[in-house]
């Protein structure tokens, strides 16, 4: 085991309990808080060179505990809510569906690069903004502005298609 993993250790033999509590308390959820608890003792391990020494470590853990939490309280927000019955599918339906992906599939094949990722993630798979974020290795906010600027430049194929 090499010298960080040694220390990660130590501050989560340390302070885990105090960082699970925390956790408990923002999010009030036990699995939730379980997992947010492994999440921040990642980002100490990933940040570990920054690290305070000795007893600064504890405020420097929990802040990054605090901001994690209130991430995931505010991506959550926007979890789709399940339903109990899908609505039936009418043939009308079929062929619009098919339009749409014909239309889709032109406008992510003339996007930008930097574009189409974050877009098929979010638009066609349904990945939150903040975990699209995550895969790609950017910030939300990056993940905002490119999903903002492909719905633009759909828009304007679309306005350009209909003009033809």
Known sequence: MDAN???VEALYAKYGPTIYSRCRRLLRDTAQAEDAT???FLKVLKHLASAPKDEAALPWIYRITTNH??????????????VAELPEQRDDDFEDSLVTRDFAARVLASAS????????LYHARGVEQGKVASLLGVSRRTVLYRLAAFTAHAQAWELAADQA
């Open 69 to 82: 939490c209130l991430n995931l309280i505010r991506d959550g927000k926007h979890d789709p809510e399940p």
């Open 5 to 7: 993993a040694k220390r």
């Open 113 to 120: 690069e930097e574009h189409k990722a974050p877009a098929m």
């Open 38 to 40: 492994q999440d921040v």
